[in-house]
């Protein structure tokens, strides 16, 4: 019984500074959405390994850096299976880290700019499937 008790978390409650025992992940996130949002996003800071957070912002980065080159410049440094491996890893990254999605994440919105390198052609038939 005492192991128990070892191995069960303490941490203040909001009522008053008593302590109170949270003994399973599923009662800490229930704990943690009763939380202010502020102290929130304190939890997902401290939550997330530095490397993760670090390993996102360098994906992130390569990502942006490569759709400019490929979308921009059409000048891509890299093959189609390299980018996507570099879009996996961030993906997996994310899941396994929810707190690191954001808007601005290349998984949650599209990738480019169109060319204007391109010429504007009209089609005979409509093209309903872009």
Request: charged share 30%.
């Amino acid at each position: 019984m005492e192991a128990a008790h070892a191995k069960a978390a303490r941490r203040p409650a909001a009522d008053g500074g008593r302590v109170r025992r949270v003994t399973s992940t599923a009662q800490a996130g229930r704990d943690r959405r009763r939380l202010p949002p502020s102290w929130r996003v304190i939890l997902a800071i401290v939550a997330v390994p530095a490397a993760a957070r670090k390993r996102v912002n360098e994906l992130r980065n390569l990502i942006a850096h490569h759709d400019h080159l490929y979308y921009a410049l059409d000048r891509p440094e890299v093959s189609d299976a390299e980018y996507d491996t570099l879009m996996r890893e961030l993906r997996d990254l994310e899941a396994t880290h929810p707190d690191l999605v954001t808007p601005e994440s290349p998984t949650q919105r599209v990738s480019g700019q169109v060319s204007d390198a391109f010429a504007t052609v009209e089609h005979l038939a409509p093209m309903r499937s872009l």
